[in-house]
Nanobody, 127 residues
Framework: HVQLVESGGGSVQAGGSLRLSCAAS????????MGWFRQAPGKEREGVAA???????SYADSVKGRFTISRDNIKNTLYLQMNSLKPEDTAMYYC??????????????????????RGQGTQVTVS
């Protein structure tokens, strides 16, 4: 079965950086979307970034220019590089994935919270 395990969260001062990792296993989809979403206490889930199996990326406006999503196909690992962090970035961050049946999957960042496989999350706190 699909398993996603996040790591790399922590506490950082405003303006700092963190890199989240998501180790994926248990699936061999040729076409898929992978993404990150976050949820802060008392707030709705927010998709922040997504990447398709064809490499195309998508970002929420709130993180565009500060966050970068990437993946290492050999390591089966998804990354989220977060720079210029702000207190409003404080949240639990989740990795998620969705199988696609298109050779050019349309992976939209704001949809990442709806993907059907997700990890347990990693906490990011910015002060």
């Amino acid at each position: 079965h699909v398993q996603l395990v996040e790591s790399g969260g922590g506490s950082v001062q405003a303006g700092g950086s963190l890199r989240l990792s998501c180790a994926a296993s248990g699936y061999t989809y040729l076409s898929y979307c992978m993404g990150w979403f976050r949820q802060a206490p008392g707030k709705e889930r927010e998709g922040v970034a997504a990447i398709g199996s064809d490499g195309r990326t998508s970002y929420a406006d709130s993180v565009k220019g500060r966050f970068t999503i990437s993946r290492d196909n050999i390591k089966n690992t998804l990354y989220l590089q977060m720079n210029s962090l702000k207190p409003e970035d404080t949240a639990m961050y989740y990795c998620a994935t969705l199988r696609s049946f298109s050779s050019r999957p349309l992976c939209i960042a704001t949809h990442a919270s709806t993907y059907n496989y997700r990890g347990q999350g990693t906490q990011v706190t910015v002060s």
